[in-house]
């Protein structure tokens, strides 16, 4: 198909939708549509959120949701709820990680088609716009046929024959701190499990998004947002093989780097602590498991930035264990500046590890935070404090994220200490 269509007219019938999943995707999909007067009812497991939502407040960082979210609640158009309502359309933004073998774990998809399925009826679209394994949205078709043979699904067409039911996938291509923005602004692919499919999720993507809309199959569209995130983490091991060859020579990777980089076809990027989110540090494990024989590249990339956090670690403890009971402040917990998700960070990692192997205490710094996450809030000897508290007893100082808080630091606030800048905010030659 590989069709390009501009801006498509407004989303006809499609007047309902019910957002399966209220976290950083989700809930900033259902107040965009919320906002362009669709009625959107969106589905959580959290009661937190569903009461947070209905009472027009939200459970996660992100510029100007809360304001968008009142607003919605007010006029009605936004509701949260825990069980799936009928609707004209679904869209179904919940995790999908991996498991302890680096396999994609489709679960929460499962779960989401356990829940649809019910309350389907013909002529409805079901849009997965979480990111996916290839040929993970046939499975979701397949999920849903399980439970209403009384249907005619998209993958059991042939031909000119019309499914009762238009499947697709639409996978978001958006970055926290900029996502009501970019679900507006950004080109979306759309892959359908047949062209009718695509076409359907075209009409109700179209009431909102201003950036071109591309057509495609759906094997096509899964495997392009890992294409996407998968460049990204192999350019991401480039940087951090050169940190770890700077640091075996003796020299300042910052310095090599700036200096690479005023070549006008170079642009390296700048390494960091390893990399985290629900994206990059996953989704080329999926290209790996779909072809394991031909992702060489991508799968020696996410074992480099893996690796990452643990030779941090090894870096700390080497100088923890000069004193006989270090203190040590580790500025930052999120995989990424300015916001408070902390999935797959690797932030979160080392100061875990760091628990575990030093004999001293640790004092993390996370602004965007008011506790602890759950894998480091039962830890002794570690606990969240202020930026000025954590400064004034340490030994060693560990900057992991380079929130703006820690950007502008005074100099003279760190003397005395022993600096590990991971980010290169202090550090740059």
């Known amino acids: 198909m590989d069709e390009l269509s501009r801006n498509p ?12 999943g209220l976290g950083y995707v989700g809930l900033p999909v259902a107040t965009v549509l919320s906002s362009c007067r669709k009625r959107v009812v969106g589905v959580d497991t ?30 009605g158009t936004l509701r949260a709820t825990d069980r799936v309502e009928e609707g004209d359309a679904f869209i179904v933004a919940v995790p999908t990680p991996f498991d302890s073998d680096k396999r994609p774990d489709l679960s929460h998809v499962h779960a989401a088609a356990d829940s649809i399925a019910p309350v389907l009826r013909r002529g409805n679209l079901v849009v997965l716009e979480s990111t996916a394994p290839v040929g993970a949205t046939e499975r979701l078709s397949r999920w849903l046929a399980e439970h209403r043979p009384d249907l005619v699904f998209p993958h059991q067409v042939t031909g000119d024959e019309v499914a009762d039911i238009h499947i697709a996938h639409c996978p978001e291509r958006v970055l926290p701190g900029k996502v009501l923005r970019e679900l507006v602004e950004t080109d979306r692919v759309i892959g359908g499990i047949t062209p009718a499919c695509a076409e359907a999720a075209k009409r109700l993507y179209g009431t909102f998004v201003k950036g071109e809309i591309f057509l495609t199959s759906a094997p096509v569209a899964e495997l392009t947002k890992l294409a996407e995130n998968a460049f990204r983490d192999v350019n ?6 050169m940190a770890l060859i700077c640091e075996t020579l003796g020299l300042n990777v910052w310095e090599v780097i700036r200096l690479a980089n005023r070549h006008p076809r170079v642009n390296i990027l700048h390494p960091g602590p390893g990399v985290g989110g629900h994206c990059i540090a996953i989704d080329p494990w999926f290209i790996v498991d779909s ?8 799968r020696t990339a996410r074992q ?3 690796e990452r956090p643990t030779l941090i670690v090894e870096r700390v403890k ?3 264990d000069r004193f006989k009971h270090p203190r040590i402040a580790a500025l930052g917990l999120s995989y990424k500046a300015d916001i408070d ?6 932030a979160v990692a080392i100061v875990q590890a760091l628990a575990d192997a030093v004999d001293g205490t640790i004092d993390v710094v996370e602004p965007h935070l008011s506790a602890l996450p759950r894998a480091l809030a039962e830890r002794e000897r570690l606990s969240l404090v202020p930026l000025a508290t954590a400064l004034s007893h340490a030994d ?4 992991l994220v380079d929130h703006k808080a820690f950007k502008g630091l005074s100099r003279t606030m760190l003397r005395e200490k022993i600096v590990i800048d991971t980010r290169g905010v202090w550090d740059q030659g």
């Open 318 to 320: 080497a100088i923890a």
């Open 291 to 298: 072809a394991p024989q031909a992702a060489r590249l991508i």
């Open 304 to 306: 480099i930035n893996d």
């Open 46 to 75: 959290n009661p937190a959120a569903v009461s947070a939502i209905n009472a027009g407040r939200v459970h996660i960082v992100e510029p100007d949701l809360d304001m968008l979210v009142r607003a919605s609640v007010s006029t």
């Open 341 to 346: 998700d902390v999935r797959e960070s690797p």
């Open 236 to 241: 991401i091991a480039f940087a951090n093989e």
């Open 396 to 399: 060693i100082v560990i900057l």
């Open 9 to 20: 007219s407004p989303g006809g019938d499609i007047e309902t939708i019910v957002v399966v």
